[in-house]
């Protein structure tokens, strides 16, 4: 990977967002009509139905521009560092995203000319079974289809979907096209920053998982989820949503940290109106409860596994290790005001984020979290409603 090459990534990466910078503070002076009344404080009743009309006319279901939680939290870099640096996460990633030598050169061979890293996985047939038609029953392991169905259609296209709707509600021009661009840009940062460096062979032709993920899962995603019926069916009848975390550029060292999201399942019980089923994948999954009080909040409890690290095999088919992890998290109609999160084995131990709308420091609200990685060295940081979906903050 050339220095070049590498310098050309993060130009794009700093440079695309200067454009919907400017549209958000001209969006600031919408009109009235273009974002939904602000709610004074998060312990007001929640009157917000399922989908809520913004500018235009447009549906909105999982962001309705209120201002706190997650609501409050959001924009393109929100996109960028959650999902297009989500294998961060992992114990053993180098966080130092500004002088990383990403793999550029292996999502343009992948894109470009997919034959020689089809051929070396098998052949397109054997590929798209294993990565895109649901028949890989019979060698369960080979099954990519399935983290690929979700972590790229679904949580791929809520992503986007939640990113359209910010867009809507902030008056951002041309919502659906930013969306999009936005998206698929983190999806190629994703796939740069995780394909391996160290390998020269796909370095220089790729690998048929980043053409799939890239050309076909992550793009179905996006056409699904921008169709409001599949978007009200799953914020309606499964209760889903994007939750992310804060993420921050901490210094010294301008580390990447506190970033990833998951997409939440919270389907209603015909047999309870007491509780409903909890349910979050990401780099990982935690099942739980989720036990509505009163004021419109609600609290979760969960636990399972995350993912600490991947890598290809022999067969260069990706293998993932997993470490325990738990979580408790309140939210008020789908929007995330609090969560405090313990994992085994990933980069961090301890998280907790207390969102937008919830802290008022001197009159202005922010958002704030706090860290300890593996080796238990503290971090902290703020965010705001204005920052586009990113934070500042610092490491001892």
């Not at 706190?68 to 297009?84: E, M, R, S, W």
């Not at 084995?345 to 919830?358: A, Q």
Request: with cysteine; net charge negative; charged share 15%.
């Amino acid at each position: 990977m050339t220095a070049r090459s590498s310098g050309l990534g993060l130009a794009v990466l700093a440079c695309s967002w200067l454009p919907l910078a400017a549209a958000y503070g001209q969006a600031s002076g919408a009109p009235a009509d273009a974002i939904l009344p602000p709610t004074d404080t998060v312990l007001a009743a929640d009157t917000s139905t399922a989908a809520d009309v913004v500018a235009s006319g447009y549906n909105n279901y999982f962001v309705k521009g209120r201002d706190y939680g997650t609501d409050a939290y959001g924009g393109p870099l929100d996109v960028i560092f959650n999902k297009g640096f989500a294998v961060a996460q992992w114990a053993d990633q180098d966080r130092h995203i500004f002088s990383y030598p990403y793999g550029w050169n292996a999502v343009w061979a992948s894109v470009t000319r997919p034959g020689p890293a089809m051929e070396r996985a098998g052949g397109w047939g054997a590929v798209l079974k294993s990565h895109v038609l649901p028949l890989g029953w019979d060698e369960f392991r080979d099954a990519q289809w399935m983290p690929n169905y979700f972590g790229h259609v679904v949580e791929g296209g809520l992503a986007y979907r939640r990113l359209l709707e910010w867009n809507r509600v902030r008056g951002v021009p041309f919502p659906t096209l930013t969306a999009v661009l936005v998206t698929q840009l983190a999806v190629a940062i994703n796939e740069a920053y995780e394909t391996p460096v160290n390998d020269p062979w796909v370095q220089e032709n790729g690998t048929a998982g980043l053409f799939v993920d890239f050309v076909i899962m992550d793009p179905l995603g996006i056409v699904l989820l921008h169709q409001d019926p599949i978007a009200r069916f799953f914020a309606n009848k499964l209760g889903a949503v994007i939750w992310p975390r804060q993420a921050s550029i901490t210094f010294p060292g301008g580390r990447l940290t506190n970033n990833g999201e998951a997409v939440i399942v919270r389907p209603r019980l015909w047999f309870s109106d007491d509780f409903r089923l909890f349910l979050r994948g990401g780099v990982g999954a935690e099942g739980g409860v989720s036990i509505p009080l009163d004021n419109g909040l609600e609290v979760a409890i969960g636990a399972g596994a995350d993912s600490s690290g991947r890598e290809l095999n022999a067969e260069h088919i990706e293998e993932a290790t997993f470490g325990f992890s738990t979580g408790i998290w309140i939210d008020r109609g789908g929007s995330l005001l609090f969560s405090a999160t313990w994992n085994h084995k990933t980069d961090r131990r301890l998280s907790i984020d207390v969102f937008p709308g919830v802290i008022s420091l001197g009159g202005a609200t922010v958002g704030t979290w706090f860290q300890l990685d593996q080796d238990y060295r503290p971090y902290f940081g703020i965010t705001g409603r204005r920052t586009l979906g990113a934070g500042i903050g610092i490491g001892l």
